[in-house]
């Protein structure tokens, strides 16, 4: 079992180990005395995982309401988070009262968004159940919804209670979801540890999950540390994901945001060893990791397209997009380019 610390403009504390969620109400316990708990979750993890959670917060004394949301990116949706504000406003939710994000990435973003916004802002609390909510989405503080536009154009940067990372529960995620969240890992791996990009490399989908996960959360936890608000290291996150939430959305969803950021990264990796700021050899290992992850590394859309939906970009500033390169495994940083310039260096990556 580890503890990270997220020391934020609010800290709070990231757990991750086995066999959690049957305890859910003594850790909740410890920070909010009793109330009304409203759980968001989703038609996928609700049936497994609702009512154990339940049964342990009411077991500490909690009142316990839950909404669930169709499974799925398209549930992020303004009409879906209105839905959720009048479920908490019909059952008089107060600030006093605690919202519980249990489930992946989308119910984390919808349910942070809720409780940043509900009342002007109550509590919450994140319990990842996908990979990828464990080691990117539930830590940070940033919640968001879609809009037809543009993935999570609409948010806010709102700071959980606590989060809480059971991996047993990754033992039901399907084998797609669990690669998918993988694509974020490999991510962590190339832009700040190449111990970790190579205990990938050794292991593959066998890795550590204790170590890789903690490893993930903690180098996020200095990330938010030091930028919490995206205003420079923060935004190395973004790694494949400016061509990633182009691809995504290009595809109507239809491409997962794990593989979309998978073949950011190779494009990316791509552009920057044929634009001569990094060595082949990068490119060649970020590919390779990627294969041995059965995660794809090409798309069908062209680079007119990709730079065509990168404009939506959130991190673009006027006419400049920050692109991240990577230097070395390990190293990456900040690529200002014109949005004029995008299309020809995104070229160099296909
Ligand atoms: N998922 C990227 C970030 O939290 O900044």
């Given at each position: 079992?580890?503890?990270?610390?997220?020391?934020?403009?609010?800290?709070?504390?990231?757990?991750?180990?086995?066999?959690?969620?049957?305890?859910?109400?003594?850790?909740?316990?410890?920070?909010?005395?009793?109330?009304?708990?409203?759980?968001?979750?989703?038609?996928?993890?609700?049936?497994?995982?609702?009512?154990?959670?339940?049964?342990?917060?009411?077991?500490?004394?909690?009142?316990?309401?839950?909404?669930?949301?169709?499974?799925?990116?398209?549930?992020?949706?303004?009409?879906?988070?209105?839905?959720?504000?009048?479920?908490?406003?019909?059952?008089?939710?107060?600030?006093?009262?605690?919202?519980?994000?249990?489930?992946?990435?989308?119910?984390?973003?919808?349910?942070?968004?809720?409780?940043?916004?509900?009342?002007?802002?109550?509590?919450?609390?994140?319990?990842?159940?996908?990979?990828?909510?464990?080691?990117?989405?539930?830590?940070?503080?940033?919640?968001?919804?879609?809009?037809?536009?543009?993935?999570?154009?609409?948010?806010?940067?709102?700071?959980?209670?606590?989060?809480?990372?059971?991996?047993?529960?990754?033992?039901?995620?399907?084998?797609?979801?669990?690669?998918?969240?993988?694509?974020?890992?490999?991510?962590?791996?190339?832009?700040?540890?190449?111990?970790?990009?190579?205990?990938?490399?050794?292991?593959?989908?066998?890795?550590?999950?204790?170590?890789?996960?903690?490893?993930?959360?903690?180098?996020?936890?200095?990330?938010?540390?030091?930028?919490?608000?995206?205003?420079?290291?923060?935004?190395?996150?973004?790694?494949?994901?400016t061509i990633g939430?182009s691809?995504?959305?290009?595809?109507?969803?239809?491409?997962?945001?794990?593989?979309?950021?998978?073949?950011g990264?190779?494009i990316i990796?791509?552009?920057?060893?044929?634009?001569?700021?990094?060595?082949?050899?990068?490119?060649?290992?970020?590919?390779?990791?990627?294969?041995?992850?059965?995660?794809?590394?090409?798309?069908?859309?062209?680079?007119?397209?990709i730079?065509?939906?990168?404009?939506?970009?959130?991190?673009?500033?006027?006419?400049?997009?920050?692109?991240?390169?990577?230097?070395?495994?390990?190293?990456?940083?900040?690529?200002?380019?014109?949005?004029?310039?995008?299309?020809?260096?995104?070229?160099?990556?296909?």
């Amino acid at each position: 079992m580890n503890k990270i610390a997220v020391n934020a403009s609010k800290g709070y504390d990231v757990h991750i180990g086995s066999h959690l969620l049957p305890n859910i109400g003594s850790y909740i316990q410890q920070m909010h005395s009793c109330c009304t708990v409203a759980i968001i979750s989703d038609s996928n993890v609700w049936p497994l995982y609702g009512e154990c959670v339940t049964k342990s917060l009411t077991g500490t004394g909690y009142k316990v309401i839950h909404y669930v949301i169709p499974a799925g990116e398209e549930s992020k949706n303004p009409q879906q988070y209105m839905a959720i504000l009048n479920f908490l406003a019909e059952n008089a939710l107060t600030r006093s009262d605690l919202l519980v994000a249990l489930g992946g990435g989308v119910v984390g973003d919808i349910t942070g968004f809720t409780a940043a916004t509900y009342l002007r802002g109550i509590s919450y609390i994140q319990i990842p159940t996908s990979l990828l909510a464990m080691v990117d989405s539930s830590v940070g503080g940033k919640t968001a919804i879609d809009l037809p536009s543009g993935k999570n154009l609409v948010g806010a940067f709102y700071q959980p209670d606590i989060v809480l990372c059971d991996i047993s529960v990754l033992e039901t995620l399907p084998k797609p979801i669990f690669i998918d969240g993988c694509a974020e890992v490999i991510k962590y791996g190339v832009l700040f540890d190449a111990e970790l990009f190579s205990h990938l490399e050794t292991h593959g989908l066998s890795f550590d999950r204790e170590y890789v996960i903690s490893r993930c959360v903690a180098l996020k936890a200095d990330v938010v540390c030091a930028d919490e608000f995206d205003k420079g290291l923060r935004q190395q996150l973004n790694l494949g994901h400016t061509i990633g939430h182009s691809i995504e959305k290009y595809s109507n969803y239809t491409v997962t945001h794990g593989q979309a950021v998978a073949i950011g990264m190779a494009i990316i990796a791509k552009c920057s060893a044929n634009s001569g700021l990094c060595d082949q050899d990068v490119y060649a290992s970020i590919l390779d990791l990627l294969h041995k992850f059965s995660l794809p590394a090409d798309c069908a859309f062209s680079a007119m397209q990709i730079a065509d939906g990168a404009l939506s970009d959130k991190k673009r500033l006027g006419d400049t997009i920050h692109l991240v390169l990577p230097r070395s495994i390990g190293n990456c940083f900040l690529y200002p380019i014109s949005v004029n310039d995008l299309t020809s260096f995104i070229e160099k990556g296909k």
